[in-house]
């Protein structure tokens, strides 16, 4: 069965230093990616998503995120943090299996930004 | 466009009593669509799953119940919450061609006490 594991449970960066969040997948084949985040009391906003392809994928408000098969990754980085970037975010991967689909998120990381 | 309503907002209800929350996709026709419970400061996990009228495979049960009386319509449902179903219930849609990114309406806030 596919899994994803987000190591970090929280992570704290000061404004305008980069990030870089972790995500470690385990799924047989080729993987469909993706880079979730969720504001406070709002539901989930997609920020980048992975097709098989190019390994460096860009998403909204300047994240990006990198695929690498052989660390079976998909670490998420902005260069230059801000204040509202402060949410929690979700890796996820998904796996279809005829006419059912399953989205399998990890647990989250709590991103803190700090003045 | 597509858009995506949730209803209820938020609900309060007392254990042992009904529940039905609703979800609308509109702007796209036959969309896959996902029933998705988080609980509170916690990951998200799938419920449902359906790719058609008719047709809901379930996941996690957890003592409820999905259908989905219409294309655009996706409902979840219990007789008898618990109190472990209080969380945040999301509906989600994709494209009908697989491995689309789901997209996510903003929730409907449960609590059961």
């Known amino acids: 069965a596919q899994s994803v594991t987000q190591p970090d449970a929280r992570v704290t960066v000061s404004e305008g230093a980069s990030l870089q969040l972790r995500c470690k997948y385990s799924?047989?084949?080729?993987?469909?990616l993706f880079w979730y985040v969720q504001y406070p009391r709002q539901g989930l906003q997609l920020l980048l998503k992975?097709?098989?392809?190019?390994?460096v994928v860009q998403g909204v408000n300047g994240f990006e995120a990198e695929f690498s098969k052989s660390n079976s990754s998909f670490h998420l980085r902005k260069a230059s943090v801000h204040w509202s970037d402060w949410a929690v975010y979700f890796c996820?991967?998904?796996?279809?299996?005829?006419?059912?689909?399953?989205?399998?998120f990890g647990a989250g990381t709590r991103l803190a930004v700090c003045p | 466009a597509q858009t995506i309503h949730q209803w209820p907002v938020a609900e309060i209800k007392a254990v042992g009593s009904p529940l039905s929350l609703g979800c609308t996709i509109k702007?796209?026709?036959?969309?896959?669509l996902y029933w998705y419970w988080q609980a509170t400061g916690g990951t998200l996990q799938q419920l449902f799953y359906?790719?058609?009228?008719?047709?809901v495979e379930s996941v996690v049960q957890l003592n409820l119940s999905a259908s989905r009386p219409k294309d655009d319509q996706f409902i979840l449902s219990t007789e008898k919450l618990l109190l472990s179903h209080s969380g945040f219930y999301l509906c989600?849609?994709?494209?009908?061609?697989?491995?689309?990114?789901?997209?996510f309406g903003e929730g409907t806030r449960l609590s059961v006490l």
């Open positions: 799924y047989f084949g080729t993987p469909y």
């Open positions: 359906s790719i058609t009228v008719g047709q």
């Open positions: 992975y097709y098989p392809g190019d390994p």
């Open positions: 702007g796209k026709s036959s969309p896959n």
């Open positions: 996820a991967v998904i796996k279809v299996s005829g006419s059912f689909n399953k989205l399998t």
């Open positions: 989600a849609w994709s494209l009908w061609d697989n491995n689309q990114a789901p997209l």
